[in-house]
């Protein structure tokens, strides 16, 4: 079936450090591939999202690349902030095609020491 | 403010007792959902729907009732509460115009703790 994997945390930087989390996926079809954030005692927001094969999306200094033939969809960041600490989701939906359901991976812990 | 509204943020329920889950979206979504997440387990889908008066079952659905009479609510009702359904409870929407994608809206959450 459908699935996400993501690295396994927590990961600790110090600031300004350059931040990668893995994430790879299993679709049977052309899924949409999101980054969700979640900051601590607050709910799910959409970081950024790609919707086809080599998009790039981005936002708050965050990229993530939509690649095919690995299956992955890895976020980055190039110095990372105190403010950055939370809890990152990687997730993948086949839209209307599949019942509009989004697969989560198991969420990884990002902590940013000054 | 448009997006989608759960209530109540914090319950506390005895082993045994029924309780229902509110959410509400004013974006005229088709599709809404509900997640659990759990620590380790990321988020898991326990009933979805993708109209009014049409619901299905995710991965989780045991204890757990829905319906969708109108397309703004998306109650999630828990029929006898158990210690394993202590957890934090998420409702999501979305619609999918010509087949694009645009994401999810999540409300704030409900932290449910079962005695």
């Known amino acids: 079936g459908d699935s996400v994997t993501q690295m396994e945390g927590p990961v600790t930087l110090s600031e300004e450090a350059f931040l990668t989390i893995n994430c790879t996926y299993t679709a049977t079809g052309y899924p949409s591939l999101f980054w969700y954030v979640q900051y601590p005692g607050e709910g799910l927001q959409l970081l950024l999202k790609a919707t086809k094969a080599d998009d790039k999306g981005s936002n708050k200094g965050f990229e993530a690349t939509y690649r095919k033939e690995t299956t992955s969809f890895h976020l980055e960041k190039g110095s990372v902030q105190v403010s950055d600490s939370a809890v990152y989701f990687c997730a993948l939906s086949l839209g209307s095609s599949n019942t509009g359901k989004l697969i989560f991976g198991q969420g990884t812990t990002l902590q940013v020491k000054p | 403010n448009a997006g989608v509204t759960q209530t109540p943020k914090f319950q506390v329920l005895k082993t045994g007792q029924s309780m229902t889950l509110q959410c509400a979206q004013d974006m005229n979504h088709e599709y809404m959902s509900w997640y659990r997440q759990d620590p380790g387990m990321g988020l898991r889908l326990i009933h979805y729907?993708?109209?009014?008066?049409?619901?299905d079952q995710g991965e989780v659905p045991n204890g757990y009732n829905v319906s969708r009479s109108t397309t703004e609510d998306f109650p999630l009702r828990l029929l006898s509460a158990a210690p394993s359904q202590t957890s934090v409870y998420f409702c999501a929407s979305s619609y999918f115009p010509r087949g694009t994608n645009y994401g999810y809206t999540f409300g704030s959450g409900t932290r449910l703790t079962v005695v």
């Open positions: 729907s993708v109209g009014a008066g049409i619901t």
